[in-house]
């Protein structure tokens, strides 16, 4: 694993106990379905991402060396699992249905998006490839490393004008079929009206009262960014409309990322 450094999460920064030998065999066997013989050869795992790059999750990188019916082989994952750390993550995700939705939408409705597109003579993918998951012992869902495959984090500029069209014409399709779908069957995403909002304790979380706040000391402090004096000025009045949260009850933890701020400044831009 990372060593102890302080562009990781804390929780990131040692994998738990059981993301062992016994557990990789059985992820290798649920894609490699037809090996008659599978041998582990060499696991190396790392944080998944730098801080800041995600929340609700742990996530730990993975490059898999295997022997599979005598061939050699190596697969790189991405693992998101639960937090297990006590803390504020663990407390306000253990009781929620985050897994169970990601799992249903990697595994039922984007494949069907998908099929819709396909059948019209459309390759876009709109997915990473979903290896294993599970919600018992533990909850998690473990995708193929797309890395290799040439994607990125932006952290140091902003997109492009062909990246930009690139992510929009994805999300039209995403909406145009959802959007028909739910027209003809509008009982197909019933499962999902449990968003953010009805997560247990999430009155709880300093995103909620202090949100905007921190998004205006993120500006302030991102002199990478340009033009935001009169995006946080307009935000420092949204702010005093805002009914102060009941003291005693929330902690502020803001932390003062590069990341956090130029994805907030992307995002309100036309604030």
Same mark, same amino acid.
């Given at each position: 694993m990372a060593p102890n450094n302080h562009n990781y999460n804390a929780d990131e920064l040692e994998a738990p106990a059981?993301?062992?030998?016994?557990f990789f =065999?059985?992820?290798l066997r649920?894609?490699?379905?037809?090996?008659k013989e599978l041998r582990l050869r060499k696991t190396e795992l790392s944080p998944a991402t730098l801080k800041g790059d995600h929340y609700a999750s742990v996530m730990f990188r993975a490059t898999v060396e295997y022997e599979c019916d005598g061939e050699n082989k190596c697969q790189r994952m991405i693992m998101k699992t639960m937090p297990e750390v006590d803390g504020h993550k663990?407390?306000?995700?253990?009781d929620s249905i985050i897994f169970e939705t990601e799992i249903d939408m990697y595994t039922r409705v984007i494949p069907r998006f998908?099929? =819709?597109l396909r059948d019209i003579g459309d390759e876009t993918v709109l997915r990473a490839p979903i290896l294993f998951h599970e919600l018992s012992p533990q909850k998690i869902i473990i995708f193929e490393d797309i890395v290799p495959l040439g994607y990125e984090v932006l952290r140091d500029r902003y997109v492009n004008k062909e990246e930009l069209e690139a992510a929009y014409t994805k999300l039209a399709k995403w909406h145009a079929i959802s959007y028909k779908i739910n027209l003809e069957e509008p009982q197909y995403f019933e499962n999902y009206r449990q968003g953010l909002l009805a997560m247990p304790k999430i009155e709880e979380n300093e995103f909620m009262p202090h949100g905007v706040g921190l998004l205006i000391e993120q500006l302030e402090t991102c002199h990478k960014c340009v033009n935001t004096f009169h995006i946080s000025s307009r935000l420092s009045k949204i702010c005093l409309k805002v009914p102060s949260p009941p003291s005693g009850n929330i902690t502020r933890r803001a932390e003062k990322t590069p990341t956090m701020c130029s994805v907030m400044v992307i995002s309100t831009t036309k604030i």
């Amino acid at each position: 694993m990372a060593p102890n450094n302080h562009n990781y999460n804390a929780d990131e920064l040692e994998a738990p106990a059981w993301l062992n030998d016994d557990f990789f =065999i059985k992820v290798l066997r649920n894609f490699e379905t037809d090996a008659k013989e599978l041998r582990l050869r060499k696991t190396e795992l790392s944080p998944a991402t730098l801080k800041g790059d995600h929340y609700a999750s742990v996530m730990f990188r993975a490059t898999v060396e295997y022997e599979c019916d005598g061939e050699n082989k190596c697969q790189r994952m991405i693992m998101k699992t639960m937090p297990e750390v006590d803390g504020h993550k663990k407390e306000m995700f253990e009781d929620s249905i985050i897994f169970e939705t990601e799992i249903d939408m990697y595994t039922r409705v984007i494949p069907r998006f998908e099929q =819709i597109l396909r059948d019209i003579g459309d390759e876009t993918v709109l997915r990473a490839p979903i290896l294993f998951h599970e919600l018992s012992p533990q909850k998690i869902i473990i995708f193929e490393d797309i890395v290799p495959l040439g994607y990125e984090v932006l952290r140091d500029r902003y997109v492009n004008k062909e990246e930009l069209e690139a992510a929009y014409t994805k999300l039209a399709k995403w909406h145009a079929i959802s959007y028909k779908i739910n027209l003809e069957e509008p009982q197909y995403f019933e499962n999902y009206r449990q968003g953010l909002l009805a997560m247990p304790k999430i009155e709880e979380n300093e995103f909620m009262p202090h949100g905007v706040g921190l998004l205006i000391e993120q500006l302030e402090t991102c002199h990478k960014c340009v033009n935001t004096f009169h995006i946080s000025s307009r935000l420092s009045k949204i702010c005093l409309k805002v009914p102060s949260p009941p003291s005693g009850n929330i902690t502020r933890r803001a932390e003062k990322t590069p990341t956090m701020c130029s994805v907030m400044v992307i995002s309100t831009t036309k604030i």
